[in-house]
């Protein structure tokens, strides 16, 4: 059973506009979330983390908020560039475990 | 800059053949992890390492088996492939506790392995 969910298998956006992934979780136990990008024929690349203790964490053009009574997070871009065209895989972990949980990823799309 | 390499980008094969894919890191991490993608559900681990010689089962270990003789290099063997295998397979790793951030992995560029 998936433990880390992104129910929106694609997003389109306009340039410029703000781009909104969600991720769901549902093992209580997780204090550590990722965000990775993926471009076809690469591997995953790591974009931006936050820890449990922290509700918000931002980098640049990237935001991700954290809301753990909802166990629900979330990654903003903006503005969103045709760069980022890529898909998103949000991951959780525990303090205990080395192991990352992954969602199945959200396929990203930014039109001129 | 931190690298992991993967033997193949792309490898056919037919069915019942043994496949041995390489993975090998230079940042002198600790674990290591393979995963394959398939479209819909996501990455899903296949096993991992924690130490030379140390494998642990992931979700998914049915029909592979791994190999961890040196730090840096980690084989994934398919005893015998199945076209259920077919797949994108990616290794990644990361640092042990205390030598840095070991929730974040680093990626290598994936093996896209079609068994026919």
């Known amino acids: 059973d998936q433990q880390v969910k992104q129910n929106s298998p694609s997003l389109s956006v306009q340039e410029g506009r703000i781009s909104i992934l969600n991720c769901d979780y549902t093992?209580?136990?997780?204090?550590?979330f990722l965000w990775y990008k993926k471009y076809p024929a690469e591997g995953p690349t790591f974009l931006i983390s936050?820890?449990?203790?922290?509700d918000k964490n931002e980098d640049g053009r990237f935001t991700v908020f954290l809301n753990k009574s909802a166990k629900h997070l979330s990654l903003h871009i903006v503005p969103s560039q045709p760069g980022d065209s890529a898909v998103y895989f949000c991951?959780?972990?525990?303090?205990?475990?080395?192991?990352?949980?992954f969602g199945a990823g959200t396929t990203v799309t930014v039109r001129a | 800059d931190v690298k992991v390499t993967q033997s193949s980008r792309y490898l056919v094969k037919r069915t019942g053949e043994k496949v041995f894919l390489e993975c090998v890191q230079d940042?002198?991490?600790?674990?290591m992890f393979w995963y394959r993608q398939d479209p819909g559900l996501g990455l899903r681990l296949i096993y991992f390492?924690?130490?030379?010689?140390?494998?642990e089962k992931g979700d998914i270990p049915e029909g592979y088996s791994v190999s961890r003789e040196k730090k840096e290099r980690f084989s994934l063997i398919l005893e015998s492939a199945s076209t259920n295998q077919t797949s994108m397979y990616l290794c990644?790793?990361?640092?042990?506790?205390?030598?840095?951030?070991?929730?974040?992995?680093?990626f290598g560029p994936g093996t896209r392995l079609t068994v026919l």
């Open positions: 940042m002198d991490h600790e674990n």
């Open positions: 093992n209580s136990m997780f204090d550590y």
């Open positions: 390492s924690y130490d030379v010689k140390m494998k």
């Open positions: 990644a790793s990361s640092p042990g506790r205390g030598t840095g951030n070991y929730n974040e992995q680093f």
């Open positions: 991951a959780a972990s525990d303090r205990y475990d080395y192991k990352l949980s």
């Open positions: 936050i820890s449990s203790i922290k």
